[in-house]
């Protein structure tokens, strides 16, 4: 008996010691999480340990990596995208963690979980349960590498604005505007050496990711999606002039980076791949090399979240590969140009988010001096060509310690963030995604179905407008003689809609375009950055 007892004993403390399965959930609602834990004290470097687990349903099947999570515990997590019971069987070149097998159900989601977003009728956006997403975002690059009390306040600030996405870089960023060092690093350090100008700088186990900067991480990417908010991360950057040597990693330890990011973030249904911010910027990296990275966060993501690559200025890469799910561009030009947002729809054929235009503030360079005015102005340039451009702010009062919400979050100053809100809000009333009505000949009009105009004009003062709508309707029916509308007047900038008094019928096609019956006129207010939303009116 003392025999068995010492004996059992023994296998509880080398089960505790070297490997563990925690207990994993039963249920999982369809788009969350399931995660697997389990404990297994490496006599190595633990990052080298191999370990997958394929999981199936009755007629799916996912092969995801697991990854080390320090403190001798090791996970899987997977989100399951089909209700129904999955079972999971692990694979490891470790004996203690291979061939651990098991299973949950997945259950139907909450309301408020509409899934991960994809790309829907080529242009543009859904989520997984068929709800139309609009991507209304703003920029934050370093957020998460601010003070915990400074997040907190992005978080709240992020909470009460209309946006339901963000640009925040993993990596964190050195720039003459952002020069707080972050409390936590992706990397494990080993210690100091002289660095440029004869300052010190840390030095890295390029080996050991840190467990706990990407925890940190996860746990802020989890409270945007709380919040509804897209995270769309910026993978690599050239934000680092060599003050931590993040940009200029060799190749294998990007492509270890890639596999461990997405091992640990790709259930995270809230999460995008920006594969880089300016790119071309980056002078260690070439341009093949930019595209195997591409290439290689493809391959390592069993859920294809969206995913694209972003340039300095009007700089292009090969956006029709099939690694880029969406194109984003930093390129006010089409924007600030009646008809030219929508011609890069027509070239690449997919949808557009131009990720910077400019931003709102007040500062010396001319791509942060934007009045709120122009920031709100091209929010809608794009959208009226059934584009998408992401808002940013960048006050600076006092000197580069400021909290300038385009690089380190904080409060929003400026006055645009609120008209982006009330923009997602028409977006969102439509029936559908705008397009161009008529993209070569009238540039001011979008289709959002057979019975759904937004007229948008500007910067244009008028006294009135004749009713008149283009025969042509986008990929829509073409308008026909004898329908009623009702108009509304946006005013963009006072965040106001008017009801037009009366009804407008179309008359025969005139040249391309049907009038009213009468000649009706619609006075306005003859102020700038007005829109008309034009219905049909029911049966």
Same mark, same amino acid.
């Given at each position: 008996?003392?025999?068995?007892?010492?004996?059992?004993?023994?296998?509880? !403390?080398?089960?505790?010691?070297?490997?563990?399965?925690?207990?994993?959930?039963?249920?999982?609602?369809?788009?969350?999480?399931?995660?697997?834990?389990?404990?297994?004290?490496?006599?190595?470097?633990?990052?080298?340990?191999?370990?997958?687990?394929?999981?199936?349903?009755?007629?799916?099947?996912?092969?995801?990596?697991?990854?080390?999570?320090? +403190?001798?515990?090791?996970?899987?997590?997977?989100?399951?995208?089909?209700?129904?019971?999955?079972?999971?069987?692990?694979?490891?070149?470790?004996?203690?963690?291979?061939?651990?097998?098991? &299973?949950?159900?997945?259950?139907? &989601?909450?309301?408020?979980?509409?899934?991960?977003?994809?790309?829907?009728?080529?242009?543009?956006?859904?989520?997984?349960?068929?709800?139309?997403?609009?991507?209304?975002?703003?920029?934050?690059?370093?957020?998460?590498?601010?003070?915990?009390?400074?997040?907190?306040?992005?978080?709240?600030?992020?909470?009460?604005?209309?946006?339901?996405?963000?640009?925040?870089?993993?990596?964190?960023?050195?720039?003459?505007?952002?020069?707080?060092?972050?409390?936590?690093?992706?990397?494990?350090?080993?210690?100091?050496?002289?660095?440029?100008?004869?300052?010190?700088?840390?030095?890295?186990?390029?080996?050991?990711?840190?467990?706990?900067?990407?925890?940190?991480?996860?746990?802020?990417?989890?409270?945007?999606?709380?919040?509804?908010?897209?995270?769309?991360?910026?993978?690599? /950057?050239?934000?680092?002039?060599?003050?931590?040597?993040? +940009?200029?990693?060799?190749?294998?330890?990007?492509?270890?980076?890639?596999?461990?990011?997405?091992?640990?973030?790709?259930?995270?249904?809230?999460?995008?791949?920006? !594969?880089?911010?300016?790119?071309?910027?980056?002078?260690?990296?070439? /341009?093949?090399?930019?595209?195997?990275?591409?290439?290689?966060?493809?391959? &390592?993501?069993?859920? /294809?979240?969206?995913?694209?690559?972003?340039?300095?200025?009007?700089?292009? !890469?090969?956006?029709?590969?099939?690694?880029?799910?969406?194109?984003?561009?930093?390129?006010?030009?089409?924007?600030?140009?009646?008809? &030219?947002?929508?011609?890069?729809?027509?070239?690449?054929?997919?949808?557009?988010?131009?990720?910077?235009?400019?931003?709102?503030?007040?500062?010396?360079?001319?791509?942060?001096?934007?009045?709120?005015?122009?920031?709100?102005?091209?929010?809608?340039?794009?959208?009226?060509?059934?584009?998408?451009?992401?808002?940013?702010?960048?006050?600076?009062?006092?000197?580069?310690?400021?909290?300038?919400?385009? #690089?380190?979050?904080?409060?929003?100053?400026?006055?645009?963030?609120?008209?982006?809100?009330?923009?997602?809000?028409?977006?969102?009333?439509?029936?559908?995604?705008?397009? #161009?009505?008529?993209?070569?000949?009238?540039?001011?009009?979008?289709?959002?179905?057979?019975?759904?105009?937004?007229?948008?004009?500007?910067?244009?003062?008028?006294?009135?407008?004749?009713?008149?709508?283009?025969?042509?309707?986008?990929?829509?029916?073409?308008?026909?003689?004898?329908?009623?509308?009702?108009?509304?007047?946006?005013?963009?900038?006072?965040?106001?809609?008017?009801?037009?008094?009366?009804?407008?019928?179309?008359?025969?096609?005139? +040249?391309?375009?049907?009038?009213?019956?009468?000649?009706?006129?619609?006075?306005?207010?003859?102020?700038?950055?007005? #829109?008309?939303?034009?219905?049909?009116?029911?049966?």
């Amino acid at each position: 008996m003392k025999r068995r007892f010492k004996t059992l004993i023994l296998l509880i !403390i080398w089960s505790s010691l070297c490997c563990t399965i925690s207990l994993a959930q039963e249920k999982v609602q369809q788009w969350n999480r399931f995660e697997l834990a389990l404990k297994y004290s490496s006599q190595g470097n633990a990052f080298d340990v191999r370990l997958t687990a394929k999981f199936t349903s009755k007629d799916s099947s996912y092969i995801v990596n697991g990854f080390y999570d320090g +403190d001798n515990k090791f996970k899987i997590r997977f989100m399951p995208e089909k209700t129904g019971e999955w079972h999971y069987i692990t694979s490891s070149n470790v004996r203690q963690l291979n061939n651990q097998k098991g &299973a949950f159900e997945c259950v139907p &989601a909450a309301a408020s979980n509409h899934g991960i977003v994809r790309v829907s009728n080529t242009y543009s956006f859904k989520y997984a349960d068929g709800k139309q997403y609009y991507p209304v975002g703003t920029t934050a690059y370093a957020w998460t590498h601010m003070g915990k009390a400074l997040q907190a306040i992005t978080l709240q600030s992020l909470k009460q604005s209309g946006f339901n996405k963000v640009r925040m870089c993993v990596f964190p960023k050195d720039y003459n505007l952002v020069k707080e060092e972050p409390e936590i690093y992706p990397f494990v350090a080993t210690g100091m050496e002289n660095g440029a100008e004869g300052k010190e700088k840390k030095t890295w186990d390029l080996g050991k990711f840190n467990p706990a900067f990407f925890q940190a991480l996860e746990n802020q990417i989890d409270e945007l999606n709380s919040m509804g908010i897209e995270a769309d991360l910026i993978l690599f /950057h050239p934000y680092d002039k060599g003050r931590w040597g993040f +940009d200029s990693l060799p190749m294998d330890v990007n492509f270890k980076y890639i596999q461990y990011i997405i091992a640990r973030l790709g259930s995270f249904r809230n999460v995008w791949w920006s !594969i880089a911010n300016e790119w071309d910027l980056v002078k260690y990296k070439t /341009h093949d090399e930019w595209i195997a990275l591409s290439k290689a966060v493809a391959e &390592a993501d069993p859920y /294809h979240h969206l995913t694209s690559i972003h340039g300095s200025t009007a700089k292009y !890469i090969e956006y029709w590969l099939p690694y880029y799910t969406h194109v984003s561009i930093q390129d006010e030009g089409p924007v600030l140009n009646w008809g &030219a947002a929508v011609i890069l729809r027509n070239a690449y054929y997919k949808p557009i988010i131009y990720d910077e235009v400019g931003y709102e503030g007040n500062l010396a360079s001319r791509w942060g001096r934007y009045s709120g005015e122009e920031m709100t102005y091209l929010m809608w340039m794009g959208a009226i060509g059934g584009t998408y451009v992401t808002h940013g702010e960048s006050y600076m009062f006092k000197d580069a310690t400021d909290t300038i919400f385009w #690089a380190k979050g904080g409060t929003f100053k400026g006055s645009s963030w609120k008209r982006a809100g009330f923009l997602r809000k028409i977006l969102e009333e439509a029936p559908g995604p705008l397009e #161009a009505s008529d993209g070569s000949r009238d540039f001011k009009t979008a289709s959002a179905d057979n019975g759904h105009f937004i007229v948008y004009f500007g910067k244009e003062m008028n006294e009135y407008w004749y009713f008149n709508l283009p025969q042509k309707n986008g990929s829509f029916s073409r308008l026909i003689p004898g329908k009623q509308y009702r108009v509304e007047i946006i005013d963009t900038w006072d965040m106001t809609v008017t009801k037009v008094a009366g009804t407008f019928e179309t008359a025969p096609v005139e +040249d391309y375009r049907l009038y009213d019956t009468e000649r009706k006129k619609i006075r306005l207010p003859m102020k700038p950055y007005l #829109a008309l939303r034009i219905t049909e009116i029911g049966e």
